[in-house]
């Protein structure tokens, strides 16, 4: 099937610098701002809403990567051609641009334009993350910047190692699970798994040709090898915690992946972050959680699904142990009533949703409803995930509210741990793609309201 060879992340060609990577604002805070939201126009709205944190960032934003308009942004975020003048002569130019996305006074929210001739914005030299138009912004802001000061310095480092995945220089290490998959049941045992094997990778990246140009081209030093190493594990545990997620939603719901004719999963409310950014084969460890599997097909379903992503809902049957993505283009609800209901696509045996978000605002909470509803009433296994634990609270109240049986919730042990930015608000606390879990099974609850939030005080 044709999306297992279709590589979002290519070798570059070593003359030009693929558009790919200039998309910091979302990628690197896909954050409440954007991403997996099944409304046509939430992304925009999250686009523009940077504004309200800093007034003109998304214009800035825009200019910086000459590009004209939000379209033209969400073309690119799509994996579409840009129209004009975009990209860039060289990898200085290019990380020089995405750093200049970055600049404005995290204190007074001063950015460059609002500045007079002799004022420069200067970043902090402790984190290299967060910029200040002058000494008294600076020491003002210290009392709030000082507990996120170290976090936001492995987000720094991050987001330049990054291109190295996006090139395909880091490739990340894969094959088959030598230890009974029972055993892995969170990263400290995945690690330790694949130690012997990983060490020899990470250090064939720490010492590549890639790797020096990476910081001969951005301006600063570049940091130990110790850094590196711990920001190249956190890349790849990023990579790798939705497809781990999925099976932990298999595991944790008690799934058969030994049926024959194999499994299906859907994945709700996907975006260009499960699409465009995702390397087909980091789904390769999914299957190696399961050997033995008959068989998995994964389809993203969702507005913002990436173009050239397959569009493909194959229902031709699954081979024993091969697993196949597959997208489709729009509403779920909508996808049910077309492609489900009619019988043209199988009843999905798991139903993953990644930071849905609609515990964030009423449109939201509008959009999600028909999906949620119809997840509960026709006894889909869902599992949703969630940033912080003020969110799977909120999250918890919410399902609870809407009459679906939780069967289990808590801290995601394949979150990423890779610290993501608040983009316009940097002081913010850093959060973790699917930090926390939810999964519910068909309707009624067990526990009362007052139990769970009992609960979910002392959990964490
Ligand atoms: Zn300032
Ligand atoms: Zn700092």
Not at 296 to 314: C, E, K, N, P, Y
Not at 427 to 449: E, H, R, T, W
Request: overall charge negative.
């Amino acid at each position: 099937m044709a999306p297992r060879s279709r590589r979002r992340r290519h070798k570059k060609s070593s003359s030009s610098v693929t558009p790919v990577v200039v998309t910091p604002p979302t990628v690197v805070t896909s954050v409440p701002l954007t991403s997996s939201k099944p409304g046509p126009s939430i992304d925009a709205l999250g686009f523009f809403s940077l504004d309200n944190n800093v007034p003109g960032l998304s214009h800035l934003i825009l200019q910086k990567l000459n590009m004209k308009s939000y379209e033209e942004y969400k073309l690119v975020v799509d994996g579409g051609t840009p129209v004009s003048g975009f990209g860039f002569q060289c990898p200085q130019e290019m990380f020089q641009r995405m750093e200049d996305t970055f600049r404005f006074c995290a204190h007074c929210r001063a950015l460059p334009s609002g500045l007079s001739d002799s004022k420069v914005l200067r970043h902090c030299k402790r984190c290299r993350n967060v910029y200040y138009c002058g000494p008294e912004c600076q020491r003002s802001d210290w009392p709030a910047h000082r507990k996120v000061c170290q976090e936001l310095c492995l987000v720094a480092v991050d987001r330049l190692m990054e291109w190295l995945l996006v090139t395909g220089d880091f490739v990340l290490p894969s094959g088959p699970w030598p230890w009974p998959a029972e055993a892995v049941q969170d990263w400290d045992t995945w690690f330790s798994m694949k130690r012997l094997h990983l060490d020899a990778a990470l250090d064939a990246v720490l010492g590549s040709h890639a790797m020096a140009t990476l910081w001969a081209s951005v301006g600063r030093p570049r940091p130990d090898p110790d850094i590196l190493q711990g920001s190249l594990k956190r890349l790849l545990t990023d990579a790798l915690s939705r497809p781990l997620t999925l099976g932990l939603g298999l595991r944790s719901l008690g799934i058969d992946v030994g049926k024959t004719g194999g499994s299906i999963v859907h994945v709700v409310g996907a975006s260009h972050v499960e699409t465009f950014l995702t390397r087909p084969e980091d789904y390769d460890e999914l299957g190696y959680m399961f050997p033995g599997h008959q068989g998995l097909r994964v389809i993203m379903v969702g507005v913002d699904v990436a173009t050239g992503f397959s569009q493909s809902t194959s229902t031709s049957p699954l081979e024993p142990g091969t697993l196949q993505l597959g997208a489709h283009r729009g509403l779920y609800h909508d996808f049910w009533e077309e492609q489900i209901e009619t019988g043209r696509t199988a009843h999905p045996d798991l139903v993953v949703a990644f930071h849905p978000g609609f515990h964030s605002s009423p449109d939201l909470m509008e959009a999600w409803l028909p999906t949620l509803l119809l997840l509960r009433d026709y006894e889909i296994p869902t599992l949703i995930t969630l940033y912080s634990h003020q969110e799977l609270a909120t999250s918890l109240q919410i399902l609870v509210e809407l009459d679906t049986h939780i069967t289990a919730y808590g801290a995601n042990p394949f979150m990423s741990l890779k610290p993501e930015q608040v983009y316009s608000n940097p002081n913010k606390q850093p959060v973790y793609c699917s930090a926390y879990y939810i999964m519910f099974l068909g309707s009624f609850c067990q526990l009362d309201k007052r139990q769970l939030e009992g609960k979910v005080d002392d959990e964490v």
